[in-house]
């Protein structure tokens, strides 16, 4: 069984801080990593992936991977209210030649003005 | 404009009838799958298809048909069999090869009557 686990939170910051994301992940052979981006009542949208350790940059965001831990992360800089969502941790594997993904049951994210 | 489409946005099931869920996509992606998403959950994979006129279980596909004709479509039927099928359904399609992102459809929302 592929796990991947998030925590639930609500995790609350301030308008301007940093909000970390963690992510845990059980199948070491897994290679590629994807943060989505839920608002609520609509379907998830790609922030970032990642497939090689060390940290990846996309303008606020940066994802973070170590797979030695199995474990992925995603800071967002200058949180906004907009940023308010629930973020999903996503891990691709591979069962004989078709790939699929697993994913955690998300962070829901709060930032206040 | 290239994207994924899902139809209808809503649909209300009574006890015991089969419905037919939509999604078509332009992007020229020969990967297409489903999922269903809970309150609260993650995303669950329900069937997927690589290649025209084959495709795959997931983890949760009892109670659940779908086809694949053609490369820009993959109807999902729920059936009768599915005794808890409310939930938000969500369509999805990737390469199946280099990044292979996964990316979504609006998603149709399912409610038992």
């Known amino acids: 069984q592929k796990e991947v686990e998030q925590n639930s939170g609500p995790l609350s910051v301030p308008e301007g801080a940093i909000a970390s994301l963690n992510c845990t992940y059980s199948d070491r052979g897994s290679q590629s990593f994807f943060w989505y981006r839920q608002y609520s009542g609509k379907s998830p949208e790609l922030i970032m992936f990642i497939y090689s350790n060390g940290d990846k940059e996309d303008g606020r965001f940066t994802a973070q991977l170590n797979k030695a831990s199995q474990y992925v992360s995603l800071l967002i800089r200058d949180s906004q209210p907009s940023d308010s969502a629930t973020y999903l941790c996503?891990?691709?594997?591979?069962?004989?030649?078709?790939?699929?993904?697993?994913f955690g049951s998300g962070t829901q994210l709060t930032v206040l003005p | 404009d290239g994207g994924i489409t899902q139809s209808p946005k809503y649909l209300f099931r009574k006890e015991g009838q089969n419905v037919t869920l939509s999604c078509e996509q332009n992007l020229n992606h020969d990967a297409m799958y489903w999922y269903r998403q809970d309150p609260g959950q993650g995303l669950r994979l329900i069937y997927y298809?690589?290649?025209?006129?084959?495709?795959q279980k997931g983890d949760i596909a009892e109670g659940y048909s779908v086809s694949r004709e053609k490369k820009e479509s993959f109807p999902l039927t729920v059936t009768s069999a599915q005794k808890n099928p409310t939930a938000f359904y969500l369509c999805?399609?990737?390469?199946?090869?280099?990044?292979?992102?996964?990316?979504f459809g609006p998603g149709t929302r399912l409610t038992v009557l």
């Open positions: 999805a399609s990737s390469t199946i090869a280099g990044a292979d992102t996964q990316y």
């Open positions: 996503a891990v691709n594997w591979s069962s004989g030649s078709a790939r699929q993904l697993t």
């Open positions: 298809s690589q290649i025209v006129n084959d495709f």
